[in-house]
């Protein structure tokens, strides 16, 4: 007796998912700067191989991995040096226009980073009329930009991704001076332990940290973050605001009392731009 024939239909789902897998693996490898990013920074620091301090220092980063590499060949890295007497101040800066709204969040903290993130991407900022959603906002302490050699106490990063994967990231520097009230609201947003994962009650207004005007340094650099990826479009806002010794002090201790920024790397032969 003949075998029976297999149902033709197994044979098309067959097909289907092994072209669904194997697409799914084109599209990874592909996208692994985006997906790099986001996976990576939210696992908690023990399962990292890169941090701030000993092997895995900064210096070290491209030595840790191939996948690394951009950290010490790249020539458009993050962050960088400001000199405000050297940029461009001729009209070439992009328009940048904010559209944020109270979100809810979902805030993480990884030992090396606590994040506020936006499930909603109904948020989002506007760069020569290209939109970029509105994805997390993480605190850098110290400053990773300097502005004429001085560095800062703090800098908060807003980060954001366009439909096509491309990020931009808006950079607001904080010297010492009175309490912010939007810095402390990220701060009862955020988990104590690493690890952790929190769903607050209340919204977040990315919108409540900015300065009063729009102006801002722009140029094209990388994640400040293994692996480094470059054509991140940054946006350093001019306007430096206040934050509180205390409140450094705490996002510092939420973060593992470490410095956890990455020096400044070469400008090469980038512009800076000034929006006027």
């Not at 010490?72 to 904010?98: C, H, K, M, W, Y």
Request: proline letters at 6%; a negative charge.
């Amino acid at each position: 007796m003949k075998p029976a024939k297999k149902p033709a239909f197994k044979s098309a789902v067959g097909i289907v998912l092994l072209a669904a897998i194997v697409f799914l693996g084109i599209w990874i490898g592909e996208n692994s700067n985006i997906l790099g990013e986001e996976g990576t920074e939210d696992r908690v620091s023990g399962d990292l191989n890169w941090g701030y301090s000993g092997e895995g220092a900064p210096e070290n980063w491209s030595t840790l991995s191939d996948e690394y590499s951009k950290c010490s060949e790249g020539r458009e890295q993050s962050p960088i040096d400001i000199d405000t007497n050297a940029v461009d101040s001729d009209g070439d800066a992009p328009g940048l226009l904010f559209s944020y709204k109270d979100e809810d969040i979902h805030s993480t903290n990884t030992g090396l980073f606590v994040k506020v993130k936006y499930e909603e991407k109904s948020s989002y900022i506007q760069i020569d009329e290209r939109e970029f959603n509105l994805i997390e906002i993480h605190p850098h302490t110290p400053s990773e930009h300097t502005l004429d050699g001085d560095s800062f106490p703090m800098e908060m990063h807003i980060v954001h991704r366009a439909q096509s994967g491309q990020l931009a990231v808006v950079g607001i520097l904080f010297r010492l001076g009175d309490a912010h009230p939007a810095v402390q609201h990220f701060i009862d947003a955020v988990p104590i332990h690493p690890g952790d994962d929190y769903f607050p009650s209340e919204h977040f207004n990315a919108a409540d940290l900015l300065p009063s005007g729009n102006f801002h340094y722009g140029y094209y650099g990388s994640l400040t973050t293994p692996p480094c990826t470059e054509g991140v479009q940054w946006l350093v806002m001019s306007e430096i605001q206040e934050v509180s010794q205390e409140q450094v002090d705490q996002l510092s201790s939420l973060s593992g009392s470490i410095e956890n920024n990455r020096p400044v790397q070469p400008l090469g032969d980038r512009v800076v731009t000034f929006s006027l």
